[in-house]
């Protein structure tokens, strides 16, 4: 059984950064492909970005394309989600999850974390 924690989250204003970071453990981090997921209020989980399992593969979603980072440290069982040039729209509760495939789909994670809050201040 695999339990991941986010941290990270805050309060920002627009044209910002943050850094998300997923600590994974009670599995071996390095089976598993790690994705970031995000839901804003009202709104169903969308896909943000994915890593493969030793990091050598990343997808992103069209809207964080050229301002997120994933990455991963296998060592330290941690996921990160590094967030720059922030819009009011990227405000949401961001989840990691973890699944030995993978892939953009909500579905086709078995892990997820508790999530974290980035709210995005204009």
């Known amino acids: 059984q695999v339990q991941l924690v986010e941290s990270g989250g805050g309060l920002v204003q627009a044209g910002g950064s943050l850094r998300l970071s997923c600590a994974g453990s009670?599995?071996?981090?390095?089976?598993?492909?790690m994705g970031w997921f995000r839901q804003a209020p009202g709104k169903e989980r969308e896909f943000v970005a994915t890593?493969?399992?030793?990091?050598?593969?990343?997808y992103y979603a069209d809207s964080a394309k050229g301002r997120f980072t994933i990455s991963r440290d296998n060592a330290r069982n941690t996921v990160y989600l590094q967030m720059n040039s922030l819009k009011p729209e990227d405000t949401a509760v961001y989840y990691c999850a973890a699944d030995r495939l993978g892939g953009s789909k909500v579905s086709a994670y078995d892990y997820w974390g508790q999530g974290t809050q980035v709210t995005v201040s204009s």
């Open positions: 009670g599995g071996i981090f390095s089976n598993y492909n």
């Open positions: 890593i493969s399992r030793i990091g050598g593969g990343t």
